[in-house]
């Protein structure tokens, strides 16, 4: 349901968002336990689609394009594998305007998951999605606050909620 | 997203579901309704044997037929009995820290699972019968096999 792909790139993103320099690849590879070769091309989508930036240098490396509050769970899946809507029905003529109802369902459902992921910033999921070697389980957001998603981790709060900003509350209920 | 597996799976389903109580399908008529490559098809549907959800009968008026009403038979049934949703239950990392779900983790479990319940809450019968009432889209599907409760037709599985 969830491709390796996106997996991957996910855990690249919560070890940018939860560490205070620019990583190199090695480091981003060595931490998420991602394959070096696969890492790069998921860094390669994800500098393309100006989610992180990328510095040459004895100190470069990737870091954050902007504030993980202001990125979503969704803008990293459009990155690198995008999730793709039924506009029409797969075995009706291509003017067919209107969807049957079994590719409505299933089209809802795929709409549900994006709405999902819209909501969901990086701030309420970075921490211990990818944790860096050594340190064991972080608790901490980039900003050095207790991170409320590892300590309370009721099933039904919202991780994030958009908008809520890097400092902001992570859990809204 | 949702795996061709899966979509070739609903689609014979929602075939047999139109049909009339008594028909049966035969596996060549499903593949040209549904427009499923046949050895594809035949996969599918040992599957839905498999899980219960068809049954194959022998003979002349034999094929698939739903082994329980459409109403009592769910998309999630369907997908499970094909290609099963898999939750995350621990986090991939394999960090032996991480006896809980990470928030991400969580976040993506989450998702699956509410794709998990909206698929339990709709049965075949939704899907199937709208589209014959509606002669709504997808009319390959539903619209022509309701002409197709054809006695004489031998059963060529």
Do not use: W
């Not at chain 1, 394009?65 to 803008?75: F, K, N």
């Amino acid at each position: 349901m969830i491709s390796q792909t996106v997996e991957y790139a996910l855990r690249a993103m919560s070890h940018l968002a939860s560490v205070h320099h620019a990583a190199t690849s090695v480091e981003i590879a060595g931490a998420t336990k991602v394959p070096h070769g696969y890492l790069s091309k998921i860094m390669r989508d994800l500098v393309c689609a100006e989610l992180v930036r990328s510095f040459r240098g004895r100190r470069g490396g990737f870091i954050l394009a902007r504030d993980p509050g202001a990125i979503s769970v969704l803008d990293i899946v459009k990155a690198v594998d995008p999730i793709h809507r039924i506009e029409r029905c797969p075995l009706d003529e291509p003017l067919q305007t209107t969807v049957c109802p079994l590719h409505r369902c299933l089209d809802d459902a795929v709409a549900h998951i994006e709405q999902s992921f819209a909501r969901a910033t990086l701030v309420g999921v970075a921490g211990t999605g990818a944790p860096a070697r050594g340190r064991g389980r972080s608790r901490r957001n980039p900003d050095g606050r207790a991170n409320p998603g590892v300590a309370d981790r009721s099933e039904n709060a919202e991780l994030s909620v958009r908008g809520d900003g890097i400092g902001g509350r992570s859990i809204s209920r | 997203m949702l795996s061709q597996t899966v979509e070739y799976a609903l689609r014979a389903m929602t075939h047999l579901a139109a049909l009339p109580s008594d028909a049966a399908a035969n596996s060549e008529t499903i593949a040209e309704r549904t427009q499923v490559p046949k050895g594809y098809l035949s996969k599918v549907l040992r599957d839905l044997v498999v899980a219960g959800l068809i049954d194959s009968r022998r003979g002349p008026n034999g094929g698939f037929a739903l082994a329980r009403p459409a109403s009592r038979i769910s998309i999630l049934d369907v997908v499970n009995a094909t290609d099963p949703l898999k939750r995350i239950e621990h986090c991939p990392l394999g960090n032996p820290a991480h006896l809980d779900l990470c928030p991400l983790h969580r976040r993506l479990d989450d998702a699956i699972a509410m794709i998990e319940r909206e698929f339990g809450r709709t049965s075949l019968a939704e899907v199937a019968a709208s589209s014959v009432r509606t002669s709504n889209a997808c009319r390959t599907l539903v619209g022509l096999t309701v002409q197709r409760a054809d006695p004489h037709r031998r059963d060529a599985r």
